[in-house]
């Protein structure tokens, strides 16, 4: 890392200036280190919630073929039992 007071001492620019700038140099820099943590926290929220995501939609198409199998087999089932009435209706 760079010692900015050591640059601007070596200048012809007065102390107290130089003190000044160090110090906001000083702030910015903490400031920029906040919100790198801000954006690395926030990019592991973002892979945790993808990781969820992926879960769950894996889990909600599952439902989705077994629903789909159900009803098919409902439908045959439906149709044999409507078969039979028709069936029973025409021997009346």
Do not use: C, H
């Not at 001492?9 to 110090?23: A, G, L, Y």
């Not at 992926?54 to 198409?61: A, Q």
């Not at 039992?81 to 021997?91: G, H, L, N, P």
């Amino acid at each position: 890392m760079v010692n900015v007071s050591s640059i601007l001492n070596n200048s012809i620019i007065p102390s107290s200036i130089t003190d000044k700038i160090t110090n906001d140099i000083n702030i910015i820099m903490m400031i920029l280190k906040a919100i790198g943590i801000l954006i690395v926290i926030y990019i592991i929220f973002l892979v945790i919630k993808w990781v969820s995501d992926f879960i769950r939609n894996r889990r909600i198409s599952k439902i989705y073929q077994k629903v789909n199998e159900m009803d098919e087999k409902l439908d045959i089932i439906l149709e044999r039992t409507k078969i039979r009435v028709d069936k029973k209706e025409k021997r009346k």
